[in-house]
């Protein structure tokens, strides 16, 4: 009778180490698998369970907070729409974009700058909670900018040229992050497509604005100085495209600072044929164009065509802003920046500093130099262009009373459509603070609609 | 060290993972820590002392490691459901108090074994009638008849019933092991008793299907079916019987597959949660889930993801069938096969006891309560971890529920009188000589019935 029982025994014994197995396999080797699975939401509720940081502005005013329900946080916009293009927003159903998405390592407290504070926290039995964003964002100046566009579809980007630090950033329509779980398909399926954020992933044709980049090529090159005169019939011809002046205008004799301040299209026709499309090609590259941008949440890249692929009219074409050109509204401030900037584009950024929440700092971005496409004299020469534009050219618009302005107007011409109207500016001239640029999608001229809000903008940025 | 204190030091472990585990978990609730966590520890303290006094008077050479692991059994399922349900653990350690009374009571009226063999009839017609009870005036919760209320007492009399049919079968497997291991004829070369001697298999097995039939309960059936097998297969020896029953278990488990559409959703469900895993498959599913963020170590006790913000556990009826998941998730693969390996212990010192015993009844006694516990254990465990179709029946001595928690403390005190019964009979030996070599055949005392 003991046999029997020893065989029953080994049976049980059998049993049992069969649940020891499966139990590793499924607590061990399928656990990876099984935490990703579509099924599982314990990943989301764990980050419910986390306070993320609190983001704030420069100015001290609260972007994302937390609201506390049971052992749970529900993140919370206070200023709706108005900070979604760059804020984003947290979603356990839809994921996250922007800051929260970008910096959620720092937000959620998974960053390994929270390390010690983490495990202090840990001992002395503190809550788990992420680390605070200060932004470079001023929302006395955001407000500003966002009432100044108003309802109209398009973009303002405001920073400052010394740091690269953005000071506002506006993009119209906008969504309220508030409502992305209640009303995603609402948002996600509108055609005004609020979720792009369209001063960094906007393409647009660059126009006019585009004569920042081939002036700056054709001085700095030596192919014209200021006074390097041009006649004007009204017409030029390249490679059998005929290229004509906004409105058609004739402006005969003149110098490259007229040209540049009256935008005339013929004159940068004639200046970049004669530069060639490897020059422009590379001119644009150093500006930012084909280049991945250095904006933290992530840019469209703007476009130059490929000088292999460019004929005569393609390179009078893109000689003011035309043709194959695309630009977003960021990389536009960018280039003006490097005429504030004495020739020099810093890294644009969002966060200023990331502190735990005893406020202690623990990163600080610092200014870098993302290019430097420009030496200072033609920068110098660049801004005299510029403050032209404003002082007696198409730019006036933008003045300001005891400030001077220096700037330059785009009216982007788009097939069956109005112009996207353009501007993009900087303040004050001789000590540059900010630079600003606008973008209105199919508005009109440069100077009726986009150099009015530019100079709000301004106005505001600098105090007055 | 005497058997009796290697008792009382292994006890020590349960009292310290009480009184540490409830402190731990009261933190994690509150971040204060008051007297509740050591209450419940004096509380542990208080009846295991009890509990270990009263197996030292009234078994003094019972089996000393059953007892601890209790305990430490018990007191990891009080302690989950502390962390769970504060009000279940109040419920649990009151249930507990009964379970250990009810433990008490059994040593002090079964003295000897013997009582139970002279009411074998008795006690096998009682358990047949506590089934009976629970198919005719049962209540069904969750697809299974289980329950039966008296008042506001609800209970579930197959908890118990499975106990009195053991002890009953061990009994009258002693009276008929003789005639079931002769065998007349051949079939194909297979040794096959007359049919009359098939009769206590069939009746097994249409207990089970009758079981499975009447209360849709498939555990309490499966573990019937598979302890009584193994009680007929340590009676007789023969293979034929678990052969036979197998095949038996598979036309049946064929038959109810086609016949109950409780019994195909189950199978279905363990062969894929995945086809559903937000509505049939969603209890299961969300197990593994559990399972896999436990890992190697656990979250740590308070730390899993259980309740939802209801309060509601995510995984239903974790507290009962459950817990094992919530064990997994909280002390991880380590901590789950240190319960594992709590059951496999007792399973093993179960056997201990039958292989030691000197009569048939002792022996069939220990294996038959022993079987039942380790399958329960087992049926329970695979069933949560996806290793075979889940069956709803309680984890011993770890999940919620009085019935459960009483049945099992009743048992153990059966197997301890048995254990106790077994050691004097080998000290009454030893005085008066030589025991004769265990396993071979020998001169036996016919039927044994203690000192």
């Given at each position: 009778?003991?046999?029997?029982?020893?065989?029953?025994?080994?049976?049980?014994?059998?049993?049992?180490?069969?649940?020891?197995?499966?139990?590793?396999?499924?607590?061990?080797?399928?656990?990876?698998?099984?935490?990703?699975?579509?099924?599982?939401?314990?990943?989301?509720?764990?980050?419910?369970?986390?306070?993320?940081?609190?983001?704030?502005s420069?100015?001290?005013?609260?972007?994302?907070?937390?609201?506390?329900?049971?052992?749970?946080?529900?993140?919370?916009?206070?200023l709706g729409s108005l900070t979604s293009p760059w804020l984003?927003?947290?979603?356990?159903?839809?994921?996250?974009?922007?800051?929260?998405?970008?910096?959620?390592?720092?937000?959620?407290?998974?960053?390994?700058?929270?390390?010690?504070?983490?495990?202090?926290?840990?001992?002395?039995?503190?809550?788990?909670?992420?680390?605070?964003?200060?932004?470079?964002v001023n929302m006395t100046l955001q407000r500003v900018a966002a009432e100044a566009l108003g309802d109209r579809k398009g973009a303002v980007v405001a920073l400052?040229?010394?740091?690269?630090?953005v000071l506002a950033m506006v993009s119209y329509p906008r969504y309220d992050?508030?409502?992305?779980?209640?009303?995603?398909?609402?948002?996600?399926?509108d055609?005004g497509r609020p979720l792009i954020n369209r001063a960094t992933q906007g393409?647009y044709?660059p126009g006019?604005v585009?004569?920042?980049?081939?002036?700056?090529?054709?001085?700095?090159?030596?192919?014209?100085?200021?006074?390097?005169?041009?006649?004007?019939?009204?017409?030029?011809?390249?490679?059998?495209?005929?290229?004509?002046?906004?409105?058609?205008?004739?402006?005969?004799?003149?110098?490259?600072?007229?040209?540049?301040?009256?935008?005339?299209?013929?004159?940068?026709?004639?200046?970049?044929?004669?530069?060639?499309?490897?020059?422009?090609?590379?001119?644009?590259?150093?500006?930012?164009?084909?280049?991945?941008?250095?904006?933290?949440?992530?840019?469209?890249?703007?476009?130059?065509?490929?000088?292999?692929?460019?004929?005569?009219?393609?390179?009078?074409?893109?000689?003011?802003?035309?043709?194959?050109?695309?630009s977003t509204p960021l990389e536009i401030a960018?280039?003006a920046?490097?005429?504030?900037?004495?020739?020099?584009?810093?890294?644009?950024?969002?966060?200023?500093?990331?502190?735990?929440?005893?406020?202690?700092?623990?990163?600080?971005?610092?200014?870098?130099?993302?290019?430097?496409?420009?030496?200072?004299?033609?920068?110098?020469?660049?801004?005299?262009?510029?403050?032209?534009?404003?002082?007696?050219?198409?730019g006036?618009s933008a003045?300001i009373?005891?400030?001077?302005v220096?700037g330059?107007t785009g009216t982007a011409?788009?097939?069956?459509a109005g112009p996207h109207s353009w501007f993009a500016a900087?303040?004050?001239?001789?000590?540059?603070?900010v630079v600003v640029a606008v973008l209105v999608e199919n508005a009109g001229t440069g100077s009726s609609v986009a150099a009015p809000i530019a100079r709000q903008v301004i106005s505001a940025a600098?105090?007055? | 060290?005497?058997?009796?204190?290697?008792?009382?030091?292994?006890?020590?472990?349960?009292?310290?993972?009480?009184?540490?585990?409830?402190?731990?978990?009261?933190?994690?609730?509150?971040?204060?820590?008051?007297?509740?966590?050591?209450?419940?520890?004096?509380?542990?303290?208080?009846?295991?002392?009890?509990?270990?006094?009263?197996?030292?008077?009234?078994?003094?050479?019972?089996?000393?490691?059953?007892?601890?692991?209790?305990?430490?059994?018990?007191?990891?399922?009080?302690?989950?459901?502390?962390?769970?349900?504060?009000?279940?653990?109040?419920?649990?350690?009151?249930?507990?108090?009964?379970?250990?009374?009810?433990?008490?009571?059994?040593?002090?009226?079964?003295?000897?074994?013997?009582?139970?063999?002279?009411?074998?009839?008795?006690?096998?017609?009682?358990?047949?009638?506590?089934?009976?009870?629970?198919?005719?005036?049962?209540?069904?919760?969750?697809?299974?008849?289980?329950?039966?209320?008296?008042?506001?007492?609800?209970?579930?009399?197959?908890?118990?019933?499975?106990?009195?049919?053991?002890?009953?079968?061990?009994?009258?497997?002693?009276?008929?092991?003789?005639?079931?291991?002769?065998?007349?004829?051949?079939?194909?070369?297979?040794?096959?008793?007359?049919?009359?001697?098939?009769?206590?298999?069939?009746?097994?097995?249409?207990?089970?299907?009758?079981?499975?039939?009447?209360?849709?309960?498939?555990?309490?059936?499966?573990?019937?079916?598979?302890?009584?097998?193994?009680?007929?297969?340590?009676?007789?020896?023969?293979?034929?019987?678990?052969?036979?029953?197998?095949?038996?278990?598979?036309?049946?488990?064929?038959?109810?597959?086609?016949?109950?559409?409780?019994?195909?959703?189950?199978?279905?469900?363990?062969?894929?949660?995945?086809?559903?895993?937000?509505?049939?498959?969603?209890?299961?599913?969300?197990?593994?889930?559990?399972?896999?963020?436990?890992?190697?170590?656990?979250?740590?006790?308070?730390?899993?993801?259980?309740?939802?913000?209801?309060?509601?556990?995510?995984?239903?009826?974790?507290?009962?069938?459950?817990?094992?998941?919530?064990?997994?998730?909280?002390?991880?693969?380590?901590?789950?096969?240190?319960?594992?390996?709590?059951?496999?212990?007792?399973?093993?010192?179960?056997?201990?006891?039958?292989?030691?015993?000197?009569?048939?009844?002792?022996?069939?006694?220990?294996?038959?309560?022993?079987?039942?516990?380790?399958?329960?254990?087992?049926?329970?465990?695979?069933?949560?971890?996806?290793?075979?179709?889940?069956?709803?029946?309680?984890?011993?001595?770890?999940?919620?529920?009085?019935?459960?928690?009483?049945?099992?403390?009743?048992?153990?005190?059966?197997?301890?009188?048995?254990?106790?019964?077994?050691?004097?009979?080998?000290?009454?030996?030893?005085?008066?000589?030589?025991?004769?070599?265990?396993?071979?055949?020998?001169?036996?005392?016919?039927?044994?019935?203690?000192?």
């Amino acid at each position: 009778m003991s046999r029997p029982l020893r065989r029953l025994f080994l049976v049980f014994v059998l049993l049992f180490v069969a649940l020891v197995v499966q139990l590793t396999y499924v607590q061990v080797w399928a656990a990876p698998k099984l935490k990703v699975n579509p099924a599982n939401t314990r990943a989301l509720e764990e980050e419910m369970k986390v306070e993320r940081g609190v983001i704030v502005s420069a100015d001290g005013e609260e972007l994302a907070v937390n609201r506390k329900e049971g052992q749970y946080y529900f993140r919370e916009y206070p200023l709706g729409s108005l900070t979604s293009p760059w804020l984003g927003y947290n979603s356990l159903r839809y994921g996250r974009a922007g800051v929260e998405r970008v910096y959620n390592e720092e937000l959620s407290g998974q960053s390994g700058i929270l390390g010690i504070t983490n495990y202090w926290d840990q001992i002395v039995g503190n809550p788990h909670r992420g680390a605070d964003l200060k932004l470079t964002v001023n929302m006395t100046l955001q407000r500003v900018a966002a009432e100044a566009l108003g309802d109209r579809k398009g973009a303002v980007v405001a920073l400052d040229p010394k740091t690269g630090a953005v000071l506002a950033m506006v993009s119209y329509p906008r969504y309220d992050p508030n409502d992305i779980d209640e009303q995603w398909e609402e948002i996600n399926s509108d055609p005004g497509r609020p979720l792009i954020n369209r001063a960094t992933q906007g393409l647009y044709p660059p126009g006019s604005v585009f004569k920042i980049v081939v002036a700056g090529a054709a001085l700095q090159t030596g192919t014209v100085t200021p006074e390097t005169e041009f006649e004007d019939t009204g017409e030029y011809v390249a490679g059998g495209y005929v290229v004509t002046n906004y409105a058609d205008k004739v402006y005969g004799i003149h110098d490259f600072t007229k040209a540049f301040a009256s935008s005339i299209n013929t004159t940068f026709a004639k200046v970049g044929v004669e530069m060639g499309a490897d020059t422009l090609a590379d001119y644009a590259s150093a500006f930012g164009f084909n280049r991945e941008s250095p904006w933290p949440l992530g840019a469209s890249r703007s476009f130059f065509p490929d000088p292999a692929d460019m004929d005569e009219a393609h390179v009078a074409q893109a000689s003011f802003g035309q043709g194959e050109v695309l630009s977003t509204p960021l990389e536009i401030a960018l280039a003006a920046a490097a005429v504030a900037n004495g020739g020099e584009i810093m890294e644009p950024y969002l966060v200023s500093q990331v502190l735990d929440y005893h406020k202690n700092m623990l990163q600080e971005t610092r200014p870098r130099v993302w290019l430097r496409p420009l030496n200072s004299e033609t920068a110098a020469m660049m801004r005299d262009l510029m403050i032209e534009v404003v002082n007696n050219g198409t730019g006036t618009s933008a003045a300001i009373d005891g400030v001077q302005v220096a700037g330059k107007t785009g009216t982007a011409e788009v097939a069956d459509a109005g112009p996207h109207s353009w501007f993009a500016a900087f303040a004050p001239a001789d000590d540059p603070q900010v630079v600003v640029a606008v973008l209105v999608e199919n508005a009109g001229t440069g100077s009726s609609v986009a150099a009015p809000i530019a100079r709000q903008v301004i106005s505001a940025a600098l105090g007055l | 060290m005497s058997t009796r204190n290697r008792e009382l030091v292994f006890l020590v472990p349960a009292l310290v993972l009480t009184t540490l585990g409830f402190a731990l978990v009261y933190t994690q609730k509150s971040s204060v820590l008051t007297l509740s966590s050591l209450t419940y520890g004096a509380l542990f303290l208080a009846l295991f002392a009890i509990a270990h006094i009263g197996r030292r008077v009234l078994a003094p050479y019972a089996d000393p490691y059953l007892l601890p692991i209790t305990a430490l059994l018990s007191t990891l399922g009080i302690l989950f459901l502390y962390r769970l349900n504060e009000k279940l653990a109040l419920q649990q350690a009151m249930w507990l108090v009964v379970g250990l009374a009810a433990f008490l009571l059994v040593l002090v009226f079964v003295r000897d074994l013997k009582v139970l063999r002279d009411y074998r009839f008795l006690i096998g017609i009682a358990g047949l009638l506590l089934l009976l009870l629970t198919a005719v005036f049962g209540r069904e919760i969750n697809g299974a008849r289980l329950w039966v209320a008296f008042g506001p007492i609800r209970f579930q009399p197959a908890e118990f019933g499975k106990i009195l049919l053991m002890v009953f079968f061990a009994a009258y497997l002693v009276d008929f092991r003789e005639a079931l291991t002769v065998s007349t004829r051949r079939v194909l070369g297979v040794p096959l008793p007359p049919f009359r001697y098939l009769a206590p298999l069939l009746t097994i097995w249409v207990l089970s299907m009758m079981l499975m039939i009447f209360m849709k309960d498939l555990g309490t059936s499966l573990l019937f079916f598979g302890a009584l097998l193994a009680l007929l297969y340590v009676a007789t020896g023969r293979a034929f019987y678990v052969v036979g029953g197998m095949a038996l278990f598979i036309a049946g488990a064929a038959l109810l597959y086609f016949i109950f559409p409780h019994v195909q959703t189950r199978i279905d469900i363990w062969l894929d949660p995945w086809k559903d895993p937000t509505g049939k498959g969603y209890q299961i599913v969300q197990s593994l889930f559990a399972l896999a963020a436990g890992g190697l170590f656990g979250r740590g006790l308070g730390q899993g993801y259980l309740l939802l913000q209801s309060g509601d556990t995510i995984i239903p009826a974790l507290e009962t069938d459950f817990i094992f998941s919530a064990i997994g998730e909280e002390l991880g693969l380590v901590g789950a096969v240190g319960v594992i390996l709590l059951y496999l212990i007792f399973t093993y010192r179960g056997f201990r006891i039958a292989v030691r015993a000197r009569d048939d009844f002792s022996r069939l006694l220990a294996t038959g309560l022993t079987s039942i516990f380790a399958l329960q254990a087992f049926l329970i465990m695979g069933g949560v971890i996806k290793l075979i179709p889940l069956t709803g029946i309680t984890l011993p001595f770890v999940s919620y529920g009085g019935s459960s928690i009483v049945s099992n403390f009743v048992l153990l005190a059966l197997l301890l009188r048995t254990s106790d019964s077994v050691a004097r009979q080998e000290a009454a030996e030893h005085r008066l000589g030589p025991r004769p070599a265990p396993g071979v055949g020998g001169p036996r005392p016919a039927v044994g019935t203690g000192a």
